[in-house]
């Protein structure tokens, strides 16, 4: 079993930046390639970025490979995504899930776990 908890949404103006952490929690969680997702209203959940278990490896979303980084510290049990020169089509809500599926980390039918989101809004 695996908790994750998602946390640094809010409201900020385009070009301003954020930074969402997930706390992962779990005897095996370390063993859990972690990703983040978004969701917009009246659209799919859309993968956004992932890191593998050990940090070695990190997978981005064409939209947003230049602008959000995301980076894991498992001694903190801590994954966090920075998000940079933020748009307005940014606006989501913000998840973070679990998966073993080490190859296929950007299909979310892949996860076993997820958070409960947070709400990131965009205002131009």
């Known amino acids: 079993q695996v908790q994750l908890v998602e946390s640094g949404g809010g409201l900020v103006q385009a070009g301003e930046s954020l930074l969402l952490s997930c706390a992962v929690s779990g005897r095996t969680s370390s063993r859990f390639a972690v990703g983040w997702f978004r969701q917009a209203p009246g659209q799919e959940r859309e993968f956004v970025a992932a890191v593998s278990p050990k940090s070695d490896t990190a997978y981005y979303a064409d939209s947003v490979k230049d602008r959000f980084t995301i980076s894991r510290d498992n001694a903190k049990n801590t994954v966090s995504l920075q998000l940079n020169n933020l748009k307005p089509e940014d606006t989501a809500v913000y998840y973070c899930?679990?998966?073993?599926?080490?190859?296929?980390?950007?299909?979310?039918?892949?996860?076993?776990?997820w958070g409960q989101g947070t709400q990131v809004t965009v205002s131009s």
């Open positions: 899930g679990a998966t073993l599926d080490y190859l296929r980390v950007r299909l979310g039918r892949t996860y076993s776990y």
